[in-house]
């Protein structure tokens, strides 16, 4: 990695779930930080901590209006771009608003970087983009197509990005997250992921519903695995390892059925009843891909990615985190 001064890094999405890690990481290690959201999924509680800090710049502004992103990313020297409307369900339900987000948004982030000459522009793509493929482990460079409206907007981000590299000189790096975990992940909302959502519903002594038979598997991924790599990807100085799209995960894959019995393990050694809530199981979910399972070869070979969470190591961190913080 570079050698590592003071930077302003502009986050956007910052008060979201990813967002607002980051800016914690980032200010606790001597940077300025910019935070551009207009809270219509991130919480201004995410930001308690941030807000105290002198270090600190709140722009409450939406990436769809490019004047809120050109004002946002003044003087910036990277840009971490986070925000995103997530959910496929979302997104199937309301496909023009996740389009205009995503990509019309996408492109305001693209443009104003651009213009204010940052050094890279590393930004939230998504493992939803393998779409229909089959091959397991997911490989960067193996695609297939698309299942949902979401995961359409998310492949577009990729091919823009590689536009404004080869026309622009704009160096970017897209980051393909897979199913990321941890604390400030909102249980709440009709889109809440599902780990938050299933650590609330335990601590309450509901029955999480799993949809389908719980055999659906996914590459669970704590997020200071995510805060790691996107810290490399903004600072490398390889020049083989920009302008391209990395796999963002742990490398291992569980089931539903084992994400919660790993749930109630660990949840019921702050309460012993948990272990005995029963599980539901639902249809399955339209739009959802089988299987998910990263290879983080490239990431480890080019910017010395090296995860250290596992999935139980994470799990055990956040059902700490959502004990004291939610119950």
């Known amino acids: 990695m570079e050698n590592e001064g003071s930077y302003k ?128 482990p997911k490989v960067e460079d193996k695609i297939g197509k698309p299942l949902s409206p979401y995961a359409i907007t998310k492949y577009v981000n990729e091919l823009y990005a590689d536009i404004f590299s080869k026309t622009y000189g704009l160096e970017t790096i897209g980051l393909r997250y897979f199913n990321v975990f941890g604390r400030k992940q909102d249980p709440n ?44 990807a903004m600072l490398t100085a390889n020049p083989e390892a920009i302008n391209t799209v990395y796999n963002t995960a742990f490398g291992d894959r569980n089931t539903l059925n084992n994400l919660v019995a790993y749930l109630k393990e660990y949840l019921s050694e702050y309460d012993a009843q948990i272990a005995s809530v029963p599980v539901i199981h639902g249809p399955q979910r339209a739009g959802d891909i089988p299987h998910s399972l990263a290879s983080i070869d490239k990431a480890r070979q080019l910017l010395g990615y090296d995860p250290q969470f596992s999935i139980q190591d994470g799990l055990k961190q956040a059902v700490k985190w959502y004990w004291e913080n939610l119950k």
């Open 9 to 136: 890094i502009l986050i956007t999405g910052g008060a979201g779930f990813i967002g607002a890690n980051l800016c914690e990481y980032f200010l606790s290690k001597g940077h300025r930080v910019v935070c551009l959201d207009n809270f219509a999924t991130g919480h201004r509680h995410n930001l308690t901590a941030c807000l105290a800090d002198a270090n600190f710049t709140l722009v409450e502004g939406d990436i769809r209006n490019l004047a809120d992103c050109q004002k946002a990313v003044a003087g910036a020297d990277y840009v971490l771009h986070q925000a995103a409307l997530g959910s496929v369900p979302r997104s199937i339900n309301d496909p023009v608003t996740s389009n205009e987000v995503n990509v019309s948004g996408f492109l305001n982030m693209l443009v104003a970087s651009r213009d204010a000459q940052v050094k890279r522009f590393v930004y939230a793509a998504s493992s939803s983009t393998y779409g229909d493929s089959e091959s397991l």
């Open 189 to 232: 909302g009709a889109y809440a992921a599902v780990i938050p959502k299933f650590v609330m519903q335990l601590m309450k002594h509901e029955s999480p519903v799993i949809n389908g038979d719980g055999n659906y598997s996914r590459d669970f991924t704590y997020i200071d695995n995510v805060i790691q790599m996107n810290e490399r």
